[in-house]
């Protein structure tokens, strides 16, 4: 734990200056607040990226949403089998697909939006916080709460014919709450005797409501590929440790 209590306020802090960042400086904090610890077999820092489906929980009807999503992952040893692993998802867009249409205040265009499908785009940045143990040389299985902070929100409702078809867009950001809370649990598979790729497969569930009258919950499923940056460290120091 003396391990993990060091690396606390660099990865708080670069999860946070990092989901603000543009792409081009992300590596060059990563280096600046990690040092030399940086994948060098005590912390593995990757991109991942992937696609989640989701639906929301109290709203009637609708099919799962599918989006891919970009974020970055932190693998922090803590002991011989057990992890520490934070993962934050700056480009995600959650929600469900093919609800009914609801009236937006303007008869005419209800009237033309009748046999619409709607589709709701929640745009939002889930930060993960697992523990992980490690299962044999390629198996991880993680667990742990997560923290979404919800940015904003539209309804696009998308009515097809023969002839034509018809999009409007009504915001509903008014309609959300700023943060949202919830646990996941899943699995990953990594390649090189646990240095290099890694797919995944997590479930998430919400335990506070995403809109303010409490009465929408996320769940979601997502498919991963994650891909470790600078590994080279990581290998060297497997390959020279002593068998036991």
């Known amino acids: 734990m003396a391990r993990m209590q060091g690396y606390w ?30 994948n060098s077999g005590k912390i593995e820092f990757g991109l991942t990226t992937g696609l989640n489906a989701s639906t929301l929980d109290g709203v009637p009807g609708g099919e799962p949403a599918r989006a891919p999503y970009l974020g970055l992952y932190f693998d922090i040893k803590l002991s011989e089998n057990w992890y520490f692993h934070p993962e934050t998802w700056p480009k995600c867009v959650l929600g469900e697909a093919k609800l009914k249409p609801y ?55 998308t009515r097809e014919s023969a002839d034509d078809e018809l999009s409007y867009t009504q915001k509903i950001g008014d309609q959300l709450h700023r943060v949202e809370l919830g646990a996941g649990i899943g699995a ?52 020279t440790k002593p068998a036991e």
């Open 188 to 239: 990953r598979y990594k390649l090189s005797k646990g240095l290099g790729m890694n797919f995944g497969v997590h479930y998430f569930a919400g335990l506070t409501g995403v809109d303010k009258a409490d009465q929408w919950k996320f769940q979601w499923l997502s498919a991963s590929v994650g891909i470790p940056i600078g590994r080279g460290k990581a290998k060297k120091a497997a390959e």
């Open 103 to 157: 009236a937006t205040g303007d008869p005419a265009l209800d009237v033309q939006l009748a046999d619409a499908t709607v589709r709701r785009r929640i745009d939002c940045i889930p930060t993960s916080f697992m523990i992980t143990r490690k299962l044999g040389q390629h198996v991880f299985i993680d667990a742990g709460p997560y923290g979404n902070l919800i940015l904003g929100g539209r309804d696009v409702f």
């Open 9 to 38: 306020p660099r990865w708080v802090l670069l999860l946070l200056l990092v989901a603000v960042s543009p792409k081009a400086h992300t590596q060059v904090l990563i280096a600046l607040i990690l040092g030399d610890d940086l």
